[in-house]
Nanobody, 117 residues
Framework: EVQLVESGGGLVQPGGSLRLSCAAS????????MAWVRQAPGKGLEWVSA????????THADSVKERFTISRDNAKNTLYLQMNRLKPEDTAVYYC??????????WGQGTLVTVSS
């Protein structure tokens, strides 16, 4: 069974940092491209970042570029999202997801990030 379990969310002040983790199991993690997607309260899904299977290529949405960094440790079957200089508008539930045939076919349950003073 494919499982993606996010952790690391919480309450942080504006300007602060958090690192999200996503533990993968039930599939060969190192062979899949992965992504982070978020959903702010009352809004739709927003793609945040993506990374290729080997970790050699990453992309980020303009809204988080220069602040967020996606990475992965294939030996630990874990995906990460380092978030720096957080803003209130980054408040959202963050999901990790697996790419398959160009679509996101498996999702975690999400972890809530709240940026507030």
């Amino acid at each position: 069974e494919v499982q993606l379990v996010e952790s690391g969310g919480g309450l942080v002040q504006p300007g602060g940092s958090l690192r999200l983790s996503c533990a993968a199991s039930g599939f060969t993690f190192s062979t899949y491209n992965m992504a982070w997607v978020r959903q702010a309260p009352g809004k739709g899904l927003e793609w945040v970042s993506a990374i290729t299977s080997g970790g050699g290529t990453t992309t980020h949405a303009d809204s988080v570029k220069e602040r967020f960094t996606i990475s992965r440790d294939n030996a630990k079957n874990t995906l990460y999202l380092q978030m720096n200089r957080l803003k209130p508008e980054d408040t959202a539930v963050y999901y990790c997801a697996r790419f398959y045939n160009g679509a996101l076919d498996a999702w975690g349950q999400g972890t809530l990030v709240t940026v507030s003073s």
